[in-house]
């Protein structure tokens, strides 16, 4: 197809890179604020010849493009996804590999040398130093000639000619305004002529149209006006009004901004390098360089690069960042193992999968593709401005029409037209938008939850299902000492062995038993992790041996083990049958028994797991008071999720679900309803991507927050809750701020009717809807 749009896309088939299949590529689109951008650009791509599909997201300010690269390149798609100030970029070199997840927390990206909200910025103060430097000798000297004319003979008529009226100064300085008010109209209200453009583009009516129409029939009004030599002229509004909308959509972009710098700076689970191993040793190599069947070296503490079996002996790897299950895995010679996970305990030489890639890329794959593809709800006010704006058009063309009826010249009918436009527009919609999603954000994320996309309240409002993940969401997800039944002298023992031991549940007996040196100095590091610096704790270690499924070691003239049953079974140390029945009932609850001994003899059990978050019982509660249903997914087995099953709030519990089976569950609840995913890991990245709204936890991963919708900066549970009541507040803010918006239109129309408009009232009934409109957005309503 060729292309049609002259603004870049005419460059399509004219950069040809290599020939090959189709690829796939990921543009940041700077510019992209509502669903008419989206479709605005998509079919920009799509008219670039070699273009298969394209999908926009303004959510994510992402363009996902399939093309055959034989006929266009990634850069001339660059180049036509950059017309009228949108300004495209390629993520990651716009590869078929998995794009680096530069996510909704690095909104600081610079393309073309200017950081986007800081451009906006610049128009909002340019807009604001004009309009003062201009209103300043027009209130002084227009606004007195025309209540004079109007409370004097009653002469001036926006409907007919009055030429001349006011003379002298006021006349004099109108060439100025004029020239000025149209530097801030194209300046300032740059972004609103240039969305109201692709409204009319793509035939999609939206508040950016209606704000437009309202400050540029103002403007040409008021300079026929002047050529008339009338005063009757309304340059103030035009400067107030695009001046005013921009400010909102401006304090809009730095309430998103702010609630961006709230997220903290999470670990992305991804690994660019890799040891490749082989006779001679081993050497570093990028990932993208490995091949299928070459082998590697992963040490112990650290991340798996790609997917692969492995080759000899055995370790233990913590694969919860994919699987979602939450105890370590024991993996030997010719195990599967996965890209993400981490290897705790050993090291591990694998043989690289044919597919020669990570788990994890996989993971970010696919939330880009279901966050590229997935286009942005209109908005409320887009909604109302298209069922608006054809009444008010075709009501400025009927008074236009009845004017020459009645026998007035051209030039009045074409005042009368334009008139029509400005006094029964009701733009203050395109102000109120802006300002209701903006105090919305910034109530969020002083409750410590940060908004995404600005209609996840109204898309929130009508969530039938709630489905949350439990290891890292409904549980801490970190290893805590549970239960212990065992002597306190051996408890002592043990936690100076597992200093030695690189394991979740090592860390936990450390914390909970170490004992405190003789100085009163706690023997652990601020970082949770066990202290192997202190001297006096390292010295009472004689020996130790690291084993698969455990420690073993002399502490002082102690022999001491600590593991699982196999490993007492293994070593041929006895273990009575109390101790084997406590460790079993552990097991069977989803947790970890640690069984502990000294000289040949097991003597106790230490049960070690992830416990409930403080709150989550009232959570839960409260959701289901609001009549939806909660589901519960989960890599563990059903025994770890027996205490959620008995939960009277929650109607259904899906145990031993994979990622892939967490985003299958979510397409099926969908035939159900709304479905809200919240999770906090990476394995919940695809679901909470896939699911209708994603909520994640402040302690998730950042590929989870870059794949939900919010995100809760702490970890704290109840603030699930208050999105719900922040949604339920934010729907009576927009409610009662769309009502206000209407009240320069309930004053202007009936005084326009019966002749009686004048540019001061007209101001008045401005400043008096746009004050009205602020003060509401910044009431705190989520207590009424």
């Given at each position: 197809?060729?292309?049609?749009d002259?603004?870049?896309?005419d ?5 040809t890179?290599r020939?090959?299949?189709?690829e796939?590529?990921?543009?940041q ?17 799509e008219?670039?010849?070699?273009v298969?599909d394209?999908?926009?997201s303004?959510?994510?300010?992402t ?5 055959d690269?034989s006929?266009?390149?990634?850069n001339a798609?660059?180049?036509?996804l950059?017309p ?20 909704r ?9 200017r ?23 027009y ?6 000639a025309?209540?004079?004319?109007f409370f004097?003979?009653?002469?001036l008529?926006i409907?007919?000619?009055a ?10 300085i109108?060439?100025?305004f004029?020239?000025?008010?149209g ?11 240039q969305?109201?453009y ?9 508040t950016d ?5 309202s ?9 026929i ?9 309304y340059y103030d509004l ?7 909308v ?6 809009e972009s ?10 903290t ?14 006779a ?12 299928p069947?070459?082998?590697?070296l ?29 105890l ?10 996965v890209?993400?996970a981490v290897?705790?305990?050993g ?15 996989r ?9 590229s ?12 401005a298209s069922?608006?704006?054809?009444f008010?058009?075709g009501?400025?063309v009927?008074a236009?029409?009845w004017?020459?009826?009645r026998?007035s ?9 334009l008139?029509?436009?400005f ?12 300002l209701?999603?903006?105090t ?28 949350f993940?439990?290891t ?8 805590e ?10 408890l ?11 394991h979740?549940?090592?860390?936990a007996?450390?914390?909970?038993f170490?004992?405190?040196?003789r ?26 041996t ?8 002399v502490v ?11 490993l ?5 140390w ?5 101790i ?9 609850a989803?947790q970890?028994?640690?069984i ?5 003899r ?12 403080a ?5 839960l ?5 609001r009549?939806?249903?909660i ?7 059903e ?7 008995e ?23 969908q035939?159900r309803?709304?479905v ?8 919940d990245?695809p679901?909470?991507a ?23 900066v702490?970890?704290?549970?109840s ?10 507040a ?8 769309n ?5 320069y ?9 019966v ?7 007209a101001?008045?009934a ?19």
């Amino acid at each position: 197809m060729a292309p049609t749009d002259s603004s870049g896309a005419d460059e399509c088939d004219a950069d040809t890179r290599r020939s090959g299949t189709e690829e796939r590529a990921f543009f940041q689109v700077d510019g992209m604020h509502c669903a008419t951008c989206e479709a605005f650009l998509e079919s920009n791509a799509e008219d670039c010849a070699g273009v298969t599909d394209a999908a926009a997201s303004y959510v994510t300010e992402t363009v996902r493009v399939e093309y055959d690269p034989s006929t266009v390149s990634a850069n001339a798609l660059c180049d036509a996804l950059s017309p009228l100030g949108y300004t495209a970029a390629i993520r990651d070199g716009g590869s078929d590999r998995a794009p680096s997840v530069v996510g909704r927390s690095r909104r600081q990206d610079q393309i073309g040398g200017r950081d986007i909200d800081e451009l906006l910025g610049f128009r909002y103060a340019v807009g604001v130093i004009f309009g003062t430097f201009m209103l300043l000798p027009y209130a002084a000297l227009l606004y007195p000639a025309q209540l004079s004319s109007f409370f004097g003979d009653g002469t001036l008529d926006i409907f007919a000619g009055a030429s001349g009226i006011g003379g002298g100064d006021g006349l004099l300085i109108l060439p100025l305004f004029l020239v000025l008010t149209g530097v801030v109209l194209v300046f300032t209200g740059l972004p609103l002529l240039q969305g109201a453009y692709v409204s009319l583009k793509m035939r999609q009516p939206n508040t950016d149209l209606l704000v437009a129409l309202s400050v540029v029939s103002a403007y040409v009004y008021s300079t026929i006006a002047f050529l008339l030599g009338r005063i009757d002229v309304y340059y103030d509004l035009t400067i107030v009004i695009a001046a005013s909308v921009v400010a909102a959509i401006f304090y809009e972009s730095l309430s998103k901004q702010r609630a961006m710098d709230r997220l903290t700076d999470l670990t992305i689970s991804r690994v660019t390098d890799a040891r490749r191993y082989d006779a001679d040793g081993t050497t570093t190599v990028d990932v993208s360089d490995l091949e299928p069947g070459d082998k590697i070296l992963v040490r112990e503490g650290e991340r798996i690069p790609v997917d692969g079996m492995l080759a000899e002996d055995e370790c233990t790897v913590d694969e919860a960042v994919v699987t979602g299950e939450s105890l370590p895995v024991l993996k030997q010679a010719g195990d599967d193992v996965v890209g993400g996970a981490v290897v705790t305990n050993g090291a591990a030489v694998l043989t690289v999968s044919d597919s020669a890639s990570s788990s994890i890329d996989r993971l970010i794959t696919s939330v880009w593709n279901l966050q590229s593809g997935n286009h942005g709800v209109q908005r409320q006010a887009d909604r109302l401005a298209s069922f608006a704006i054809p009444f008010v058009v075709g009501g400025s063309v009927l008074a236009g029409g009845w004017s020459l009826v009645r026998g007035s010249g051209i030039l009045i009918a074409v005042l009368t037209t334009l008139s029509v436009l400005f006094v029964g527009g009701p733009w203050a919609l395109g102000l109120a938008t802006p300002l209701s999603v903006a105090t919305s954000i910034e109530e969020a994320v002083n409750r410590g939850i940060v908004v995404f996309d600005e209609t996840v309240f109204e898309r929130l409002r009508n969530v039938d299902v709630v489905v949350f993940d439990k290891t890292g969401t409904i549980t801490t997800g970190r290893m805590e000492v549970l239960e212990v039944d065992a002597p306190a002298d051996l408890l002592e023992v043990v936690a100076d062995l597992e200093r030695r031991a690189s394991h979740p549940a090592a860390d936990a007996i450390v914390t909970a038993f170490a004992q405190q040196d003789r100085d009163g100095e706690l023997s652990k590091s601020d970082g949770g992790v066990a202290d192997q610096r202190v001297p006096e704790k390292a010295e009472r270690v004689i020996e130790f041996t690291s084993h698969a499924s455990g420690v073993e070691g002399v502490v002082e003239d102690t022999r001491v083990l600590v593991g699982n049953h196999d490993l007492f079974a293994e070593l041929e140390w006895s273990v009575s049958d109390a101790i084997e029945t406590r460790a079993t009932e552990a097991r069977d609850a989803g947790q970890l028994p640690v069984i502990v001994g000294r000289d040949g003899r097991a003597e106790g059990v230490i049960v070690v797991g992830d416990e409930p978050r403080a709150g989550w019982d009232d959570t839960l509660t409260q959701l289901s008071d609001r009549d939806i249903e909660i589901v519960v997914l989960t890599g563990d087995d059903e025994a770890a999720t027996e205490f959620l099953g008995e939960h009277p709030a929650v109607d259904h519990v899906f145990a031993g679900v994979p990622p892939a089976g967490k985003t299958a569950t979510i397409r099926r609840l969908q035939s159900r309803g709304q479905v809200t995913m919240v999770g906090d890991g990476t394995n919940d990245a695809p679901a909470l991507a896939t699911a209708d709204l994603g909520i994640s936890l402040g302690g998730g991963t950042a590929l989870a927050s870059d794949a939900a919708d919010i995100s809760i900066v702490d970890d704290d549970l109840s603030a699930v809750g208050t999105t719900f009541d922040l949604a339920d507040a934010a729907r009576r803010r927009v409610r009662q701020n769309n009502a206000v918006a209407v009240l320069y239109n309930v004053v202007t129309i009936p005084l326009a009717v019966v002749g009686l408009l004048n540019p001061v009232f007209a101001m008045g009934a401005v400043v008096t809807s746009g004050g009205l409109l602020a003060a509401n957005s910044f009431r705190d309503l989520i207590g009424e």
